[in-house]
């Protein structure tokens, strides 16, 4: 049975992987969603995202409202591309990542349990971000 919801979150998608970006109002969702588009992201939603569930897979789009739009602080409202995507990763920017190679962390999204950066303080952290949807992880044996 399909599942729907809208959560207060950004997305972008890169090389057909989306990415959800969660957090609290201010936490800065909507930079790294433009810091990833610069690196040839596109935008999915900004600040409002809507997730539908079908057939175990997860996918995102925008309320129609604010399809093709995205806050950029200190500029204002910018209009760009933007498309729905099936959701692959999530970031949570309410979380602070601590270890240089970190525990695999997940999210549970309707249904489904997907895998979960938490923010990192580097200037190459969107790069790295971008790199992870095209290439993946080399887990340890």
Known sequence: ????????????????????????????KSGLALQLMALGATLV???????????????????????????????????????????????DMDRAETKRLPDAHTKTILGQTLPCLHKVDSPAWPSAIMQYLKGGLRYPE
């Open 1 to 28: 049975m399909p599942q729907s919801m809208r959560l207060h979150a950004s997305a972008v998608t890169a090389y057909g992987r989306g990415v959800l970006i969660i957090g609290a109002s201010g936490s800065g």
């Open 45 to 91: 939603s900004d600040d409002q995202t809507m997730l539908s569930g079908v057939d175990n897979v997860v996918h995102m789009s925008a309320p129609e409202s604010i399809a093709g739009l995205i806050e950029a602080r200190g500029i204002g409202i910018i209009r760009t591309d933007n498309t729905s995507a099936r959701l692959y990763l999530v970031i």
